[in-house]
């Protein structure tokens, strides 16, 4: 065994203190979110953990140990002279404003729940069995909308859909669409809200995301041209759908190929497939970094076990890249392929027969 070089075991305990820094702040952060303590402060207005315990109701003394972790982790602004502690523009849009496109607090949920989980994932490494979506805790799947939303809200119908062929005229025409893995219904509800003269409907196997999309269309006024209902990928009623879209979930799938078939037999003849996948790179070396980094680390305790407890159990991963997801649309009997649009966090590829 070689020696340790000592100067390089320094760097990396030094690495090490930033990481589990940031794994405890990330536990305050969903604390913070889930008792209101980030709305309270969205104002900007300097407060002390007494003032903000008279405006949120919470104990004061919690509070300044709250603050302060939150300072050292610069994810918080702090005044010495006053002793006063307030949240910047920049940091208010990232951990208070719900609908800005930088709210940041639904992936702090997505990693509470890879801790939550991890005992079901181990047994997973275990036993090969792999742990299906519904199994998780039920933060993963509040974490996911409120993670993938702020991109969709950007990107989805100002970006991504106007990429794709004539697909942004049919919508505005009125056009049938089905939003496959919808989850929430985040992004089914986003294109009803742009394009009211097309009918939409979300699918999803598991059943408590379809309640919570029903509610949610309800809530934002579109239930009359979107509705939600459970059913598996390779599964979903319907004909003839003039766009089918499948947004960061057929890596999930165990058998993405037949999920791609019952597509393509239920796509319009001049129909698109739009899919939405975590950006990555075709090979490993080019996916070390940092959002790699993030996307293998829920590629192995969320998505890959996903997959791995379904039929076919194909495990593509989050960081499937291009090549394999090609692979996956011309195996599955179409003979279109192309990347129309990305952006740092999402690749998104037009499919036609």
């Not at 315990?53 to 602004?77: F, H, M, N, P, V």
């Amino acid at each position: 065994m070689r020696e340790p070089d000592m100067q390089k075991l320094d760097a990396l305990v030094g690495r090490l203190v930033g990481d589990i820094g940031a794994a405890v702040t990330g536990a305050l952060v969903v604390l913070g979110d889930q008792v209101g303590i980030f709305r309270a402060m969205a104002d900007g207005e300097p407060v002390n953990a007494r003032g903000l315990a008279a405006k949120t109701g919470l104990k004061e003394r919690y509070l300044q140990e709250w603050l302060s972790a939150q300072a050292a982790a610069d994810y918080i602004d702090y005044d010495e002279a006053t002793n006063r502690f307030s949240l910047t523009p920049e940091q208010a849009m990232v951990f208070a404003e719900e609908n800005s496109p930088a709210f940041f607090v639904g992936a702090f949920e997505v990693v509470q729940s890879m801790w939550v989980d991890e005992p079901k994932v181990a047994d997973a490494f275990r036993t090969g069995k792999g742990v299906g979506w519904h199994e998780h805790s039920t933060c993963l799947f509040r974490g996911t909308e409120r993670f993938f939303r702020p991109g969709y809200n950007s990107h989805l119908v100002t970006e991504w859909i106007p990429a794709l062929d004539g697909v942004e005229e049919k919508l505005r025409s009125g056009a049938s669409v089905a939003d496959v893995g919808c989850g929430h219904g985040a992004s089914t509800i986003l294109m009803a809200q742009a394009y009211p003269a097309s009918r939409f409907v979300g699918f999803d196997y598991h059943g408590p995301s379809i309640e919570r999309a029903r509610a949610a269309a309800e809530k934002a006024g579109v239930a009359d041209r979107v509705t939600f209902e459970q059913s598996a990928a390779a599964q979903f009623p319907g004909r003839d759908y003039d766009m089918i879209a499948m947004f960061d979930c057929l890596h999930d799938m165990g058998d993405p190929v037949g999920a791609g078939r019952h597509v393509r037999e239920t796509l319009a003849p001049d129909g698109t497939w739009m899919i939405v996948e975590p950006f990555a790179h075709d090979h490993l070396k080019d996916n070390l970094n940092p959002v790699g980094r993030v996307y293998y680390g829920a590629s192995t305790m969320i998505c890959t076990p996903a997959s791995l407890s379904q039929d076919v159990g194909l495990g593509l991963g989050a960081q499937a890249g291009e090549l394999r997801l090609r692979k996956v649309a011309l195996d599955a009997g179409f003979t279109r392929f192309r990347r129309a649009t990305e952006t740092p966090f999402n690749m998104v590829f037009e499919v036609q027969a």
